[in-house]
Protein backbone atom coordinates (compact mmCIF):
# COMPACT_ATOMS: atom_id res chain seq x y z
CA UNK A 1 0.00 0.00 0.00
CA UNK A 2 1.56 3.24 -1.02
CA UNK A 3 2.02 5.74 2.19
CA UNK A 4 2.17 9.47 2.94
CA UNK A 5 3.83 11.72 5.54
CA UNK A 6 1.34 14.17 6.46
CA UNK A 7 2.97 16.99 8.51
CA UNK A 8 1.36 18.92 10.82
CA UNK A 9 1.69 22.14 13.14
CA UNK A 10 0.47 22.28 16.65
CA UNK A 11 0.66 25.63 18.49
CA UNK A 12 1.36 24.94 22.55
CA UNK A 13 0.91 28.39 24.45
CA UNK A 14 3.89 28.05 27.09
CA UNK A 15 3.41 28.91 30.50
CA UNK A 16 6.14 30.95 31.59
CA UNK A 17 8.36 33.43 29.90
CA UNK A 18 11.95 33.13 27.95
CA UNK A 19 14.32 35.34 28.43
CA UNK A 20 14.20 38.29 26.36
CA UNK A 21 18.27 38.49 26.12
CA UNK A 22 17.72 35.00 23.70
CA UNK A 23 15.30 36.61 21.17
CA UNK A 24 17.51 40.16 21.06
CA UNK A 25 20.17 38.01 20.36
CA UNK A 26 18.95 35.49 17.82
CA UNK A 27 17.45 38.44 16.04
CA UNK A 28 21.37 40.11 16.38
CA UNK A 29 22.45 37.11 14.83
CA UNK A 30 19.94 36.79 12.36
CA UNK A 31 20.20 40.51 11.07
CA UNK A 32 23.73 39.89 10.83
CA UNK A 33 23.61 36.41 8.50
CA UNK A 34 20.98 38.59 6.50
CA UNK A 35 23.34 41.12 5.77
CA UNK A 36 26.35 38.55 5.13
CA UNK A 37 24.08 36.45 2.53
CA UNK A 38 22.43 40.15 0.63
CA UNK A 39 25.92 41.61 0.60
CA UNK A 40 27.57 38.23 -0.93
CA UNK A 41 24.44 36.72 -2.53
CA UNK A 42 24.37 33.99 -0.82
CA UNK A 43 21.09 31.46 -1.34
CA UNK A 44 22.76 28.27 -0.24
CA UNK A 45 22.58 27.48 3.65
CA UNK A 46 26.03 25.15 3.22
CA UNK A 47 27.86 27.71 1.86
CA UNK A 48 26.29 30.47 4.31
CA UNK A 49 27.63 28.30 7.41
CA UNK A 50 30.80 27.81 5.80
CA UNK A 51 31.56 31.78 5.57
CA UNK A 52 30.00 32.87 8.74
CA UNK A 53 29.30 30.21 11.55
CA UNK A 54 32.69 29.76 13.03
CA UNK A 55 33.13 33.83 12.87
CA UNK A 56 29.64 33.71 15.56
CA UNK A 57 30.25 31.24 16.99
CA UNK A 58 33.13 32.44 18.57
CA UNK A 59 31.19 36.17 18.80
CA UNK A 60 28.48 34.32 20.38
CA UNK A 61 29.86 31.75 23.14
CA UNK A 62 27.52 31.84 25.44
CA UNK A 63 24.55 31.30 23.13
CA UNK A 64 24.09 27.18 21.86
CA UNK A 65 25.74 26.92 19.12
CA UNK A 66 23.04 25.38 17.15
CA UNK A 67 20.98 28.20 17.49
CA UNK A 68 23.33 30.24 15.08
CA UNK A 69 22.99 26.91 13.21
CA UNK A 70 18.82 27.53 12.48
CA UNK A 71 19.39 31.30 12.03
CA UNK A 72 21.58 30.62 8.68
CA UNK A 73 18.86 28.12 7.90
CA UNK A 74 16.32 30.86 8.37
CA UNK A 75 18.26 33.54 6.87
CA UNK A 76 19.01 31.50 3.71
CA UNK A 77 15.05 31.13 3.84
CA UNK A 78 14.47 34.71 4.01
CA UNK A 79 16.96 36.14 1.69
CA UNK A 80 15.55 33.89 -1.11
CA UNK A 81 12.23 34.73 -0.57
CA UNK A 82 13.22 38.44 -0.32
CA UNK A 83 15.30 37.80 -3.56
CA UNK A 84 11.77 36.21 -5.26
CA UNK A 85 9.80 39.42 -4.14
CA UNK A 86 12.69 41.62 -5.58
CA UNK A 87 12.63 39.93 -9.46
CA UNK A 88 9.38 40.71 -9.18
CA UNK A 89 9.26 44.52 -7.91
CA UNK A 90 7.25 43.65 -4.80
CA UNK A 91 9.57 45.28 -2.18
CA UNK A 92 11.27 48.53 -2.49
CA UNK A 93 14.27 47.83 0.46
CA UNK A 94 17.63 47.13 -0.42
CA UNK A 95 18.11 44.46 2.00
CA UNK A 96 15.71 41.61 4.21
CA UNK A 97 14.72 42.73 7.66
CA UNK A 98 13.80 40.30 9.83
CA UNK A 99 11.83 41.87 12.62
CA UNK A 100 9.43 39.46 14.35
CA UNK A 101 10.17 37.72 17.49
CA UNK A 102 10.54 33.82 15.95
CA UNK A 103 13.65 31.75 16.78
CA UNK A 104 13.97 28.44 14.99
CA UNK A 105 14.72 25.42 16.63
CA UNK A 106 15.92 22.08 15.93
CA UNK A 107 15.99 18.84 18.03
CA UNK A 108 19.04 19.99 19.58
CA UNK A 109 17.36 22.91 21.06
CA UNK A 110 14.66 21.52 22.32
CA UNK A 111 12.57 18.77 23.34
CA UNK A 112 8.78 17.40 24.40
CA UNK A 113 7.25 15.46 26.99
CA UNK A 114 3.92 15.20 25.84
CA UNK A 115 2.81 13.05 28.78
CA UNK A 116 3.87 15.83 30.98
CA UNK A 117 3.09 18.25 28.61
CA UNK A 118 6.43 19.92 29.00
CA UNK A 119 9.15 21.70 26.88
CA UNK A 120 12.37 21.60 27.55
CA UNK A 121 14.21 24.33 25.78
CA UNK A 122 18.15 25.45 25.62
CA UNK A 123 19.11 28.67 26.31
CA UNK A 124 22.16 30.73 27.61
CA UNK A 125 21.75 29.67 31.08
CA UNK A 126 21.04 25.47 30.33
CA UNK A 127 17.67 24.17 29.65
CA UNK A 128 14.94 25.74 31.19
CA UNK A 129 11.33 23.51 31.48
CA UNK A 130 8.09 24.54 30.99
CA UNK A 131 4.89 23.48 31.19
CA UNK A 132 2.67 23.47 27.71
CA UNK A 133 -0.97 24.41 27.77
CA UNK A 134 -3.04 22.46 25.79
CA UNK A 135 -6.30 20.81 24.72
CA UNK A 136 -7.98 18.05 23.89
CA UNK A 137 -6.94 18.34 20.25
CA UNK A 138 -3.22 18.46 20.79
CA UNK A 139 -3.93 14.49 22.37
CA UNK A 140 -3.12 12.89 18.86
CA UNK A 141 0.25 14.40 18.33
CA UNK A 142 1.34 11.59 20.98
CA UNK A 143 2.22 9.46 18.41
CA UNK A 144 3.50 11.14 15.58
CA UNK A 145 7.64 12.18 15.11
CA UNK A 146 8.54 15.77 16.38
CA UNK A 147 10.18 17.80 13.72
CA UNK A 148 11.36 21.41 14.30
CA UNK A 149 9.68 23.99 16.04
CA UNK A 150 9.49 27.79 16.04
CA UNK A 151 9.68 29.76 19.34
CA UNK A 152 7.70 32.68 19.14
CA UNK A 153 7.08 36.01 20.95
CA UNK A 154 3.56 38.13 20.39
CA UNK A 155 1.67 39.98 22.76
CA UNK A 156 -0.04 37.31 24.51
CA UNK A 157 2.90 35.26 25.70
CA UNK A 158 5.13 33.04 24.17
CA UNK A 159 4.27 30.18 21.88
CA UNK A 160 5.93 26.68 20.89
CA UNK A 161 4.76 25.96 17.17
CA UNK A 162 5.74 22.46 16.69
CA UNK A 163 6.19 20.48 13.03
CA UNK A 164 4.94 16.65 14.02
CA UNK A 165 4.75 14.11 10.63
CA UNK A 166 3.27 11.15 10.68
CA UNK A 167 3.41 8.39 8.00
CA UNK A 168 -0.10 6.97 6.61
CA UNK A 169 -1.47 4.42 4.80
CA UNK A 170 -3.11 5.92 1.63
CA UNK A 171 -6.52 4.44 0.10
CA UNK A 172 -6.03 3.58 -2.94
CA UNK A 173 -7.45 5.65 -5.68
CA UNK A 174 -11.24 3.97 -6.54
CA UNK A 175 -12.75 7.05 -8.33
CA UNK A 176 -15.13 7.36 -4.73
CA UNK A 177 -15.80 11.05 -3.66
CA UNK A 178 -17.07 12.34 -0.99
CA UNK A 179 -17.59 16.46 -1.29
CA UNK A 180 -17.88 18.94 1.37
CA UNK A 181 -20.07 22.30 0.80
CA UNK A 182 -18.81 24.64 3.85
CA UNK A 183 -21.93 27.73 4.78
CA UNK A 184 -22.28 30.14 7.63
CA UNK A 185 -24.68 28.06 9.42
CA UNK A 186 -24.01 24.63 8.06
CA UNK A 187 -22.19 21.90 6.32
CA UNK A 188 -23.49 19.99 3.70
CA UNK A 189 -21.37 16.85 2.55
CA UNK A 190 -21.70 13.29 1.06
CA UNK A 191 -21.26 10.95 -1.68
CA UNK A 192 -23.54 10.59 -4.74
CA UNK A 193 -25.69 7.95 -2.39
CA UNK A 194 -25.97 10.23 0.88
CA UNK A 195 -25.45 13.68 1.47
CA UNK A 196 -26.07 15.16 4.88
CA UNK A 197 -26.31 18.83 6.08
CA UNK A 198 -25.62 19.41 9.28
CA UNK A 199 -26.33 22.45 11.27
CA UNK A 200 -23.22 24.55 13.13
CA UNK A 201 -25.16 27.10 14.49
CA UNK A 202 -22.64 28.81 13.91
CA UNK A 203 -23.65 31.96 12.60
CA UNK A 204 -25.64 31.96 16.77
CA UNK A 205 -22.23 32.12 18.40
CA UNK A 206 -20.69 34.82 15.86
CA UNK A 207 -23.78 37.03 16.34
CA UNK A 208 -23.71 36.15 19.89
CA UNK A 209 -20.44 37.60 20.85
CA UNK A 210 -20.31 40.07 17.82
CA UNK A 211 -23.38 41.91 20.18
CA UNK A 212 -20.85 41.51 23.24
CA UNK A 213 -18.34 43.13 21.98
CA UNK A 214 -20.00 45.63 20.65
CA UNK A 215 -21.62 46.47 23.38
CA UNK A 216 -18.16 46.83 25.75
CA UNK A 217 -17.17 48.73 23.36
CA UNK A 218 -19.94 51.36 22.79
CA UNK A 219 -19.48 52.15 26.59
CA UNK A 220 -15.61 52.59 27.35
CA UNK A 221 -14.09 51.65 30.16
CA UNK A 222 -11.24 50.79 32.19
CA UNK A 223 -9.60 47.16 31.74
CA UNK A 224 -12.44 46.16 29.04
CA UNK A 225 -9.85 45.09 27.05
CA UNK A 226 -8.95 41.26 28.76
CA UNK A 227 -12.96 41.24 28.64
CA UNK A 228 -12.88 40.98 25.42
CA UNK A 229 -10.26 39.31 24.71
CA UNK A 230 -11.94 36.84 27.18
CA UNK A 231 -15.01 36.81 25.11
CA UNK A 232 -12.86 36.29 21.50
CA UNK A 233 -10.66 33.37 23.31
CA UNK A 234 -14.27 31.74 24.50
CA UNK A 235 -15.57 32.77 20.38
CA UNK A 236 -12.76 30.88 19.16
CA UNK A 237 -12.96 27.87 21.20
CA UNK A 238 -16.83 27.49 20.90
CA UNK A 239 -16.34 27.39 16.87
CA UNK A 240 -12.95 25.09 17.04
CA UNK A 241 -14.94 22.83 18.93
CA UNK A 242 -17.54 22.84 16.31
CA UNK A 243 -15.51 22.21 13.32
CA UNK A 244 -13.68 19.59 15.28
CA UNK A 245 -17.27 17.81 15.89
CA UNK A 246 -17.92 18.42 12.01
CA UNK A 247 -14.90 17.54 10.62
CA UNK A 248 -15.42 14.31 12.16
CA UNK A 249 -18.54 13.70 10.61
CA UNK A 250 -17.30 14.80 7.02
CA UNK A 251 -14.40 11.79 8.13
CA UNK A 252 -16.93 9.39 9.13
CA UNK A 253 -19.04 9.39 6.18
CA UNK A 254 -16.28 9.22 3.67
CA UNK A 255 -15.34 6.00 5.52
CA UNK A 256 -18.63 5.15 5.37
CA UNK A 257 -18.71 5.56 1.45
CA UNK A 258 -15.58 3.64 1.38
CA UNK A 259 -14.37 7.06 -0.49
CA UNK A 260 -10.65 7.59 -1.66
CA UNK A 261 -11.69 11.54 -1.86
CA UNK A 262 -12.65 14.57 -0.05
CA UNK A 263 -13.66 17.35 -2.66
CA UNK A 264 -13.64 20.70 -1.44
CA UNK A 265 -14.07 24.12 -2.74
CA UNK A 266 -11.46 26.52 -3.84
CA UNK A 267 -12.57 29.53 -1.52
CA UNK A 268 -10.03 31.67 -2.58
CA UNK A 269 -11.46 35.41 -3.56
CA UNK A 270 -14.35 34.68 -1.45
CA UNK A 271 -14.24 37.93 0.58
CA UNK A 272 -13.70 40.03 -2.33
CA UNK A 273 -16.44 38.31 -4.87
CA UNK A 274 -19.11 39.19 -2.58
CA UNK A 275 -19.85 42.39 -2.03
CA UNK A 276 -22.03 42.90 1.24
CA UNK A 277 -22.97 45.56 3.53
CA UNK A 278 -20.21 46.48 5.83
CA UNK A 279 -21.57 45.19 9.15
CA UNK A 280 -22.52 41.73 7.53
CA UNK A 281 -18.86 42.07 5.94
CA UNK A 282 -17.49 41.98 9.48
CA UNK A 283 -19.29 38.91 10.57
CA UNK A 284 -18.21 37.37 7.64
CA UNK A 285 -14.55 37.94 7.70
CA UNK A 286 -13.96 36.85 11.26
CA UNK A 287 -15.89 33.52 10.08
CA UNK A 288 -13.47 31.87 9.37
CA UNK A 289 -14.03 29.14 6.03
CA UNK A 290 -10.60 27.83 5.24
CA UNK A 291 -10.18 27.25 9.37
CA UNK A 292 -12.47 24.51 8.67
CA UNK A 293 -11.42 23.37 5.32
CA UNK A 294 -7.79 22.96 7.05
CA UNK A 295 -9.21 20.84 10.28
CA UNK A 296 -10.87 18.64 7.75
CA UNK A 297 -8.06 18.46 5.33
CA UNK A 298 -5.89 16.97 8.15
CA UNK A 299 -7.78 14.46 9.36
CA UNK A 300 -8.98 13.36 6.17
CA UNK A 301 -5.11 13.17 5.51
CA UNK A 302 -4.39 11.43 8.42
CA UNK A 303 -7.25 9.23 7.30
CA UNK A 304 -4.99 8.27 4.36
CA UNK A 305 -7.48 10.12 2.02
CA UNK A 306 -6.26 12.58 -1.07
CA UNK A 307 -8.37 16.30 -0.83
CA UNK A 308 -8.88 17.88 -4.04
CA UNK A 309 -10.13 21.32 -4.22
CA UNK A 310 -12.33 22.58 -6.89
CA UNK A 311 -13.49 25.59 -8.49
CA UNK A 312 -17.11 26.09 -7.23
CA UNK A 313 -18.20 28.39 -10.00
CA UNK A 314 -21.66 27.56 -10.42
CA UNK A 315 -21.77 24.64 -8.42
CA UNK A 316 -25.43 26.14 -6.44
CA UNK A 317 -26.85 27.54 -9.53
CA UNK A 318 -26.86 24.69 -12.20
CA UNK A 319 -28.86 21.45 -11.60
CA UNK A 320 -26.70 18.43 -11.08
CA UNK A 321 -29.08 15.97 -12.98
CA UNK A 322 -29.38 18.23 -16.67
CA UNK A 323 -27.17 20.71 -16.07
CA UNK A 324 -29.65 23.52 -16.79
CA UNK A 325 -29.97 27.05 -14.69
CA UNK A 326 -31.87 26.48 -11.41
CA UNK A 327 -34.36 28.66 -10.23
CA UNK A 328 -34.46 29.62 -6.08
CA UNK A 329 -38.26 27.91 -4.68
CA UNK A 330 -38.71 28.94 -1.38
CA UNK A 331 -36.03 29.02 1.88
CA UNK A 332 -32.89 27.76 0.68
CA UNK A 333 -34.70 25.57 -1.95
CA UNK A 334 -33.57 25.46 -5.56
CA UNK A 335 -35.90 23.79 -8.17
CA UNK A 336 -35.21 23.17 -12.39
CA UNK A 337 -37.92 23.98 -14.66
CA UNK A 338 -36.05 21.52 -17.03
CA UNK A 339 -36.45 18.50 -15.39
CA UNK A 340 -38.42 19.35 -12.22
CA UNK A 341 -35.60 18.26 -9.53
CA UNK A 342 -36.72 19.83 -6.30
CA UNK A 343 -33.62 20.19 -3.71
CA UNK A 344 -31.97 21.72 -0.87
CA UNK A 345 -29.66 24.50 -2.50
CA UNK A 346 -26.66 22.32 -0.30
CA UNK A 347 -27.35 19.44 -1.45
CA UNK A 348 -27.35 20.66 -4.84
CA UNK A 349 -23.81 22.26 -4.41
CA UNK A 350 -22.95 19.10 -3.25
CA UNK A 351 -23.97 17.18 -6.17
CA UNK A 352 -22.41 19.50 -8.51
CA UNK A 353 -19.41 19.10 -6.60
CA UNK A 354 -19.12 15.38 -6.65
CA UNK A 355 -20.06 15.82 -10.69
CA UNK A 356 -17.06 18.00 -11.40
CA UNK A 357 -14.87 15.88 -9.60
CA UNK A 358 -15.66 12.78 -11.77
CA UNK A 359 -15.61 14.63 -14.73
CA UNK A 360 -12.52 17.08 -14.11
CA UNK A 361 -10.26 14.76 -11.95
CA UNK A 362 -11.70 11.08 -12.18
CA UNK A 363 -10.80 10.87 -15.30
CA UNK A 364 -7.12 10.90 -14.54
CA UNK A 365 -6.81 10.81 -10.13
CA UNK A 366 -4.30 12.42 -8.64
CA UNK A 367 -1.79 10.54 -7.43
CA UNK A 368 -1.20 10.08 -3.34
CA UNK A 369 2.61 11.05 -4.08
CA UNK A 370 2.00 14.32 -5.32
CA UNK A 371 -0.88 15.33 -3.46
CA UNK A 372 -3.04 18.76 -4.80
CA UNK A 373 -1.97 19.88 -1.04
CA UNK A 374 1.49 19.93 0.55
CA UNK A 375 2.71 20.84 3.59
CA UNK A 376 0.86 20.91 7.16
CA UNK A 377 -2.26 23.02 8.11
CA UNK A 378 -2.06 24.49 11.29
CA UNK A 379 -3.76 22.74 13.66
ZN1 LIG B 1 -32.55 19.74 -14.29
Redesign the pocket.
Known amino acids: MPSETVKLTASFKLDGSIPESLFSTYREVLGQLLDHACAKEVTSFKRLKAEKYHELRVKYSSLPSHYIYTACQMACSIYRSFRKLKRKGLVKAGKPTFKKQVIMLDDHLFSLNLEGWEASIATGDGRTTLKLLHGTYHEKFKGMRVGQAWLVKDKDGFYLKVVFSKTVEVVGSNGVAVAVDINENNVAFGSVECVRNIKTGERAIRTAYFLKRRKLQSKPRLNEKPLLAKYSGRERRRVEDIYHKAANQVIAAAKEAKASVVVMEKLKNIREKKKRIKAMNGRLNRWSFRRLQNIIEYKARLSGLTVVYLNAKNTSSL??????K?SPNGYRRMR??????EEDRDVIAVKNLLQRYQTDVGASPVHPENPPMKGGGEV
Request: glycine residues 16%; aromatic residues 0%.
Open positions: CPTCGDICLSCGL
